[in-house]
């Protein structure tokens, strides 16, 4: 049988290879040695070793990274690329809800086979897919599933539960129309469940399909845990113990979060966390914002891994996360490009980007700022440390799994090479990608996606869409309302 990453691999003469490994080491003219998808050597192989690859890939034109680890996105929102501009928080979620509600098992392939593809097509080998935007059953989970099987990619299924109502998004007592106060809560597509229901599904959803050390991961995923009790929130944290799985959540995105928990719990969400055995390195949350800056050691003391959203963060008028000071408190990062609405795509150089440079005006002091090789880490070792992973993806190293993307120096954004790590952060727009491996399996080639029919996915997306659009007309014009009266 052709095992996907069987067999011996030698990428030979990589003009770069920025390895993301322990010392950080960018080699030049180097080779690496892959055997049944797992990295054996790196930098020069023993002629013995390479002459026994049954595969040579001649890299003289390659600069060689580590996959990308995309570490909080939403594929249902794939679909809702460009769909809006002026929109703040609270109308952009009512919004998804418009875009992604009571989408059939197809509409879910094609949106996740979406994200996929643009992620493979940019260099990013794994992601956290926070899923879905509202309430489920096991037929979206299984949906959601068989694609990423089909996918090709590492993914982890973050399941989205909340057992409370989503009181930072709807409007203040009196703030709207009455009108418009009344058809919202008759929406009732952010519908709070029962705790123990809820848990019984994820952990049902654990059970079908959790692999802790391979391609397909679910976990546990408190939609924010200002939406939940604590008791499904220590639920979420029994279960991630049981199967080994991470926890992960929106934590901390808006001003208005922050306040809700300092009301409810006279004491800051992080610290409430702590109190109920809930903040622990099995924790990664998006966002992180809106933390008090006494907080940020205690993520470090914890292991807790927040994911810097910076794109989304500012689109919509949240805020900039205090990402520079978490790295100097030695809190490990992670990065994502959230759903496509608000992070504008998944090619995560852009990310990376506005990583390195979102806080550089707020500090004249160059020795605090972002780096090229911060932002790497947190797409690299950052990612995987998110999803438990650090013993096996984020660096091109002997022992890791050959999740690999090879990009293309006959390109404009690589001409001349330069400092590669920099050249990648700054200059490389996720276009020069012409082959990929995830754990050692070519998905893709001569910058195609292989690993599925990409082009059908294409070809289908438009009407799902649009179909999905006609059946969520009600909620789509609500979220219009909903936008415009926030606009005043
Ligand atoms: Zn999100």
């Not at 390895?19 to 790196?42: F, K, Q, S």
């Not at 995923?221 to 799985?245: F, K």
């Not at 995560?348 to 550089?360: D, E, N, S």
């Amino acid at each position: 049988m052709d095992m996907p990453g069987a067999g011996t691999l030698l990428i030979r003469g990589a003009a770069a290879i920025v390895t993301m490994d322990e010392a950080g080491r960018v080699l030049r003219d180097a080779d690496i040695l892959v055997r049944d998808g797992v990295i054996e050597a790196v930098g020069e192989v023993p002629a013995e070793a390479a002459a026994q690859a049954t595969r040579v890939l001649d890299a003289r034109r390659r600069v060689v990274l580590p996959g990308m680890v995309n570490a909080h996105s939403h594929s249902p929102l794939a679909f809702a690329k460009g769909c809006y501009d002026l929109v703040n928080h609270r109308a952009a979620l009512w919004m998804f809800q418009a875009f992604t509600a009571n989408a059939t098992a197809d509409e879910i392939r094609c949106a996740a086979l979406l994200n996929c593809l643009e992620m493979l097509r940019t260099g990013t080998t794994a992601v956290i897919d926070h899923f879905p935007e509202q309430g489920f059953g096991m037929a979206e989970v299984d949906a959601v599933a068989a694609a990423y099987r089909e996918s090709g990619m590492r993914a982890n299924i973050a399941l989205r539960i909340f057992d409370e109502p989503y009181t930072d998004i709807y409007p203040p007592a009196g703030a709207f129309p009455a009108e418009l106060d009344a058809d919202l809560r008759e929406a009732a597509v952010l519908q709070p469940r029962p705790a123990g229901e809820l848990l019984a599904l994820v952990e049902e959803a654990v059970r079908r399909h959790h692999d802790p050390d391979g391609m397909l991961q679910v976990s546990p995923a408190p939609s924010n845990p200002m939406r939940c009790t604590d008791a499904l929130l220590a639920g979420c944290q029994a279960l991630a113990e049981r199967h080994d799985t991470i926890v992960h959540c929106h934590l901390l995105e808006t001003k208005v979060q922050a306040e809700i928990a300092h009301r409810r719990f006279g004491r800051s969400q992080v610290r409430h966390l702590d109190a109920i055995g809930a903040l622990t390195d099995r924790l990664s949350a998006a966002h992180v914002i809106w933390i008090d800056a006494d907080d940020i050691p205690l993520l470090a003391e914890r292991g807790v891994v927040p994911v810097h959203n910076p794109e989304s963060n500012v689109r919509g008028g949240s805020g900039i996360a205090p990402v520079a000071r978490m790295l100097r408190a030695g809190v490990r990062v992670a990065i994502g490009a959230d759903g496509s609405p608000s992070g504008g795509n998944q090619a995560m150089q852009h990310t990376l980007r506005l990583a390195t440079i979102i806080g550089r005006p707020q500090d004249p002091d160059v020795r605090n700022w972002v780096t090229t090789a911060d932002a790497l880490g947190m797409a690299t070792r950052g990612g995987a440390a998110a999803m438990r992973l650090g013993h096996r993806i984020g660096a091109v190293a002997p022992g890791m799994a050959a999740d690999l993307a090879l990009y293309d120096l006959g390109s404009p954004w690589w001409t001349p090479l330069n400092d590669p790590m920099h050249q990648f952060v700054y200059s490389e727009t996720g276009g020069s990608v012409r082959e990929v491996f995830v754990g050692g399996r070519q998905v893709v080639e001569d910058g195609r996606v292989t690993a599925f029919d990409a082009e059908a996915v294409l070809e289908e997306a438009q009407g799902r869409f649009d179909a999905l659009l006609r059946r969520n007309a009600h909620l789509l014009d609500l979220s219009r309302r909903l936008a415009s009266a926030t606009l005043r």
